[in-house]
Nanobody, 121 residues
Framework: QVQLVESGGGLVQAGGSLRLSCAAS????????MGWYRQAPGKQRELVAV???????IYADSVKGRFTISRDNAKNTVYLQMNSLKPEDTAVYYC???????????????WGQGTLVTVSS
C-alpha cells in the first residue's frame, strides 16, 4: 500500500505565501506523477499543478506565475510553493500520486487526506 501525508496548510492574508508538502510512503517502486489538486466549497476538484517523472510541470492557468511545484525523488516528496495568494485560492488542497509498486508489478493511484488553505482578504 502507498500513503500520502500532507502538511503546510493554514490561514494567510491575501498576498501572502504558504508552502505545502506531501510525502509518499509504502511499497513504492517508482512514482510516475505527483501533484496537487484543490476543491473549493461548492466546486469540483481541479488540477493545480502536477510534475511527471520527466519534470515537465503542468499548471492551471489560474496559478501560473504564482505557484511553483517541485519534487524530490529521493524523498518521494512533492512541494507546492504558493505566493501572491488570493482569496479565490481558498480550498482544500489534495496531494496526488500514481506509479508502480514493488511487489506484484502492480500500480497505485492515491490521494492524500487534504489540507485546508484559507486566504483572507
Amino acid at each position: 500500500q502507498v500513503q500520502l501525508v500532507e502538511s503546510g496548510g493554514g490561514l494567510v492574508q491575501a498576498g501572502g505565501s504558504l508552502r505545502l508538502s506531501c510525502a509518499a510512503s509504502g511499497s513504492i517502486f517508482r512514482i510516475d506523477v505527483m501533484g496537487w489538486y484543490r476543491q473549493a466549497p461548492g466546486k469540483q476538484r481541479e488540477l493545480v499543478a502536477v510534475v511527471p517523472s520527466d519534470r515537465r510541470t503542468i499548471y492551471a492557468d489560474s496559478v501560473k506565475g504564482r505557484f511553483t511545484i517541485s519534487r524530490d525523488n529521493a524523498k518521494n516528496t512533492v512541494y507546492l510553493q504558493m505566493n501572491s495568494l488570493k482569496p479565490e485560492d481558498t480550498a482544500v488542497y489534495y496531494c496526488y500520486a500514481k506509479g508502480a509498486v514493488l511487489i506484484g508489478h502492480g500500480y497505485f493511484e492515491v490521494w492524500g487526506q487534504g489540507t485546508l488553505v484559507t486566504v483572507s482578504s
